[in-house]
């Protein structure tokens, strides 16, 4: 899993480097850094006792809800939203930490319940409240794709835990009848995505030029690539968020549908290797951890991928150890940190009520 991650990671290296036009800074260089720093994250996180993170899954939801009203109230504003805590040498974002903290959450919560107490309506309120609560700051940034991570990687957790389908379904026909509401309440930005999704060319200097320069881009690298340092899309400046959002899009470009297929290979063995580690661990918490991180690496993957070549409207997702950011990647390093760590105790059996026992 290790040797898999740092491979992943220095693709991003790679591309980083690219979109520079053949220059470390300022993107690869910093990037690397941060993979060193997240690596040790991961390895020590790997290493704690996975009874400890169930003792503490609460009390790391809390802070990262904290975190998100922080922003709430006096969050640094980029791009147009407001979703960056600033530390002063590091700038959080904190909807990406509560995507792992609620997952910790989630699973606490449902190691403690019995079969039969999941199939009763009434012990599914508070872990849905656990979820609305996040997911409702998220959306105020306003923040709509990870919002949409979090219900997703929540109703996996869900699924995992035992909840029955008609309840899934019931929640998908409510879901599918507030469509008209919830268009009342989008921002003019976020119709204008939904409506170029649909039809780009209809404004191929504005809201379209973002998805119609992508897919000029996947075009032109046919089979093959144009080759490393030679995208004419990404380097010529036609391709936006190159090294964000986009850059999917660039490797596609210089190394072509090969190229896209072998890095899909690597994050594919990464996603086995995760839905394995669950379903080889002894305790229902770790079960749940895993799975739901799994969950969430496969969301960012299929998100950015699909974002890309147009299947989906553009929603800002980065593509996990390859796109630039530090929260993403320090989000990314405790997933797998995580991943590790049920690994590491997947024979451990932690009993229902064991929580208070266990060291």
């Given amino acids: ?60 939801y809390l802070t990262a809800f904290a975190l998100l009203v922080a922003v709430e109230i006096a969050g640094e504003i980029g791009m147009g939203a407001q979703r960056w805590v600033d530390f002063g040498f590091f700038q ?51 923040d709509l794709g990870t919002a ?18 008609w309840k899934f379904a019931t929640l998908a026909v409510a879901a599918v009848g507030s469509v008209p509401i919830a268009w009342g309440f989008l921002r003019e930005y976020q119709k204008k995505r939904i409506l170029t999704f649909l039809d780009p060319e209809s404004d191929p200097l504005g809201s379209g030029y973002h998805i ?40 596609a470009e210089e190394f072509g549908l090969v190229g896209g297929i072998g890095l899909l290979g690597l994050y594919t063995l990464a996603l086995v290797y995760g839905f394995a580690i669950a379903l080889r661990s002894s305790s229902q918490f770790g079960r ?22 147009g299947l989906i409207p553009v929603v800002g997702v980065p593509l996990p150890l390859i796109s630039y950011g530090g929260t993403a990647m320090l989000t990314a390093m405790l997933g797998f940190g995580l991943l590790i760590n049920v690994f590491v105790h997947r024979d451990i059996e932690i009993s229902r009520q064991g929580v208070d026992e266990d060291p």
Avoid: C
């Fill in 1 to 60: 899993m290790v040797l898999l991650i740092t491979a992943i990671a220095g693709i991003g290296f790679a591309m980083l480097y690219s979109a520079a036009n053949g220059n470390w800074s300022p993107w690869a260089y910093r990037q690397a850094i941060r993979f060193a720093g997240g690596a040790v994250l991961m390895i020590g996180l790997a290493l704690v006792d996975l009874r400890f993170l169930m003792r503490w899954a609460y009390a790391g």
């Fill in 92 to 142: 959080l974002q904190p909807s990406e930490v509560m995507k792992l903290a609620l997952v910790l959450a989630l699973a606490r919560y449902f190691h403690g319940l019995t079969h039969e107490e999941i199939g009763r309506p009434h012990y599914l309120l508070i872990p849905l409240a656990m979820i609305g609560a996040p997911v409702v700051l998220v959306l105020r940034q306003p």
């Fill in 148 to 165: 949409g991570m979090m219900l997703m990687g929540a109703g996996a957790i869900f699924w995992v835990a035992g909840v029955r389908f």
């Fill in 212 to 251: 119609l320069q992508s897919k000029i881009a996947l075009g032109s690298g046919g089979v093959f690539g144009k080759g490393f340092l030679q995208g004419s899309q990404s380097h010529l400046n036609f391709l936006p968020e190159k090294q964000t959002d986009f850059i999917f899009t660039m490797l």
């Fill in 288 to 309: 749940l951890v895993a799975m739901g991180v799994t969950t969430t690496l496969f969301l960012y993957l299929f998100i950015n991928i699909a974002m890309v070549m």
